[in-house]
């Protein structure tokens, strides 16, 4: 069909669904989001062409399983732009978690026969298998992201990426900061912003969700826990966020384990 | 070869590509020989997420934040029942207030959830068109309607979580923080807006024509005496069980079918269903009066052995939750502390409530420091698994065999997305393969 208007897509891989509810959850908006594009294939939403030629593909979730690597070279290939939407497309998700240890184990411990599950060793982010043009970072992406970074590119233009701290969000906001307020283990001051500093307002630490922030001192950051009274192992624990493997948390989660074991 | 023989030794496979409208990836497989079904398989290729495995070790809120993301369309689902869990080895009772707004919290849920799924999964179905953007241009109030829906469901979720997908609220013994009175009424007066197009909603599922067919089946629900089933009760079924949560599995049993990797789930060896239908055929008598009399005026009988009623019951679930959310909040007040302390320790305890597509247990241990040691996680879309291969079987015969492999695939995806299934960590999608010999 031919069309002027931009087209997009939108692939599902190992994930919780999550980050695809920032179209279906857009409410009113998300007819118009349809009148604005053509959607060529959102599965979820009955949108099926898998193979379609599109302008962007947002990816959700991380690559577990042998096929996994094939599909996404065909998204790769049919895409002119592929945006990563959450922290499984962009740091492997909360599933990396069994990169850290033995997944044949885990495989036996939580099914009974085995050898009928297929996956990979480690579970990888998009980025590990193919060129990714951006990363909405998140856990999940909200509405505001992807319709901003929709709108970015229909202007012709790069979309913003926000690497600023949750710290300076949270302050903007006048939150009670608990980490100097209640001594909690807060990790805003080296994770990245997005969702609005909800943790801290809502007076709980924030537990790294968008990932890694720019310029962030993890180390510090460890050390400022240990100062709390924290041991080792919970400093790790804290580390382990949804991104675990983005390497500002991955480094910080091995050296804290490190100095435990 | 005379024509009688190439028939006999037809041979045809399809591979319909895609079945849309499922939350994740699973697959259908036929097999039809001389015109008897001699093979049917719901597959389900969820990746193992290994979730159990993630919360050994770990602290109560660690728990409640990553058994959310398990499912990003029932998040809250997963926090309440982990929650529970873990207060009953505590020993914890969340106040009065905490007790009320979880029930708010969790119709914000099912209001979303059910949303979701009659408009943008569940109605294209019944019109003839692929997607909820092309009912739209045929119906585009109702389809706004079930929009506008679904985003109060979200808004009643971030009233006590901040966000609608992996809220932050719930804690143990309550939650962090108390919604304000300013925030509340913004949401009620919505709410009060929202009970005409409730009432709407249930009349426009009422007018589908959905098939009749009627099936055997065992319905299983919690059931607590004067309220519909959500955070608390006991497991009925309509086979005569009534069992303590913490007895459920002395009566349920899972397996590892080789074909799937969501664990199927039998009620002493045999099917059985969870989910809206399931809990309305159990719990009509503990509905309003006003809307008993809605489903009755609609020619709703319960209970009812129409599978195909499930979307009323949605629409009737989601007038429950509009209702029910707007009584409790009427009232609101804003606590002196939103949650009550606790003390973690060792122990051992059940939690399961009602997840929009049905019950949802969850059994933890923990060591002195309250800490998990052991975690196991029945959802329901592994107790429906082998409902839904049962429904499969009785619908294709129903229909006929010798109908066109389109029919056919229409058909089964239809009997499948009417259950919702939610195959949330998946890959692909529903592929269709018949195999006629």
């Known amino acids: 069909m031919a069309t002027s208007k931009p087209s997009i897509a939108v692939h599902k891989f190992s994930s919780c669904d999550g980050c695809q509810l920032a179209f279906l959850n857009l409410g009113e908006d998300l007819l118009q989001l349809m009148e604005l ?73 939580v099914y009974a026969q085995p050898e009928y599950i297929a996956s990979l060793d480690k579970v990888q982010p998009i980025r590990a298998a193919v060129p990714v043009d951006f990363e909405l970072w998140g856990c999940p992406v909200n509405g505001r992201q992807v319709v901003a970074a929709v709108r970015a590119l229909l202007f012709g233009v790069a979309p913003i990426d926000a690497k600023d701290k949750v710290c300076m969000e949270c302050k903007r906001q006048q939150a009670v900061c608990v980490m100097v307020a209640r001594g909690e283990a807060c990790l805003g001051p080296v994770t990245r912003t997005g969702c609005g500093a909800l943790c801290p307002s809502f007076g709980r630490a924030c537990y790294g969700c968008y990932g890694a922030a720019e310029n962030a001192n993890a180390v510090s950051l460890g050390m400022r826990m240990q100062g709390l009274g924290l041991p080792a192992e919970q400093i790790a624990q804290h580390f382990e966020t949804t991104t675990n493997q983005s390497p500002l948390f991955a480094q910080a989660t091995a050296r804290w384990r490190g100095q435990h074991g | 070869m005379s024509e009688d023989r190439k028939l006999e030794g037809r041979k045809i496979r399809i591979r319909v590509p895609v079945l849309a409208r499922v939350e994740g990836e699973g697959a259908l497989d036929l097999s039809i020989e001389n015109g008897m079904l001699s093979e049917l398989r719901l597959e389900i290729y969820e990746p193992p997420r290994f979730f159990e ?25 997963y926090q309440m029942s982990a929650v529970q869990a873990l207060e009953a080895i505590y020993g914890v009772e969340p106040s009065l207030w905490a007790q ?24 294209p179905d019944f019109f003839g068109v692929n997607s909820a953007a092309e009912l739209a241009r045929l119906d585009a109030h109702a389809v706004r309607r079930g929009l506008r829906l679904q985003g109060l469901g979200n808004a009643l979720i971030a009233l006590f979580g901040g966000r609608s997908v992996h809220p932050v609220g719930v804690r143990v013994g309550g939650f962090h923080s108390a919604p304000s009175l300013v925030d509340v009424s913004a949401v009620t007066e919505r709410l009060r807006e929202a009970r005409t197009e409730a009432d709407e909603l249930l009349r426009w ?42 007895q459920f599995d002395t009566h349920m049993r899972e397996f590892q079918a080789p074909h799937s990797t969501a664990l199927h789930a039998l009620l002493d060896d045999k099917p059985y269903l969870v989910g809206p239908l399931a809990r309305l055929n159990l719990n009509a008598d503990c509905l309003p009066d ?7 005026e609609v020619g709703l009988e319960l209970p009812s052995r129409n599978m195909f009623h499930s979307a009323l019951a949605r629409a009737a679930e989601i007038w429950l939750a509009v209702n029910e959310a707007l009584s409790i909040l009427q009232d609101y007040a804003v ?28 059994r933890y241990t923990t060591d002195a420091n309250g800490n998990v040691k052991t975690a196991r996680i029945v959802p329901p879309t592994s107790q429906n698994q082998a409902r839904i291969e049962d429904d499969l079987r009785q619908s294709l015969l129903r229909l006929g065999l010798d109908k066109p492999e389109d029919e056919l695939r229409l058909h089964g995806e239809k009997v499948i997305r009417n259950y919702d299934p939610c195959i949330s960590c998946a890959t692909h999608f529903l592929r269709l393969r018949v195999v006629r010999s």
């Open chain 2, 53 to 77: 495995q993630f919360l050994i070790g770990n602290p109560a809120q660690d728990v409640i934040d990553r058994v959310a993301r398990i499912c990003g369309i029932c998040p809250v689902a």
């Open chain 2, 100 to 123: 009320a707004m979880r029930r708010v919290m969790y119709c914000g849920e099912w209001l979303q959830s059910h949303s979701l799924h009659i408009h943008l999964l569940a109605a």
């Open chain 2, 205 to 246: 599922v009422a007018s589908w024509s959905l098939p009749d067919d009627n099936q055997d089946f065992t319905s299983l629900a919690l059931r607590h005496p004067g309220e519909y089933p959500i955070l608390r009760g006991r497991l009925v079924s309509d086979a005569g069980h009534d069992l303590p949560i913490d």
């Open chain 2, 290 to 296: 006003e809307l008993r009399a809605l489903l009755a």
């Open chain 2, 335 to 362: 606590p002196d502390s939103p949650y009550v302390e606790h003390q973690p320790c060792e122990g051992e305890g059940v939690g399961c409530t009602e997840a929009p597509r049905g019950v949802l247990w969850h």
């Open chain 1, 37 to 109: 594009v053509d959607v060529r294939h959102f599965a979820e939403a009955g949108i099926l062409d898998e193979e379609a030629d599109v302008d962007i593909a947002f990816v959700e979730g991380s690559l577990s399983t042998p096929q996994d690597l094939e599909r996404i070279q065909q998204v790769r290939a049919h895409a002119k732009y592929l945006i990563t939407i959450g922290a499984c497309a962009t740091a492997g998700g909360l599933q990396a978690l069994r990169n850290l240890a033995d997944a044949k184990e885990w495989v036996a411990a």
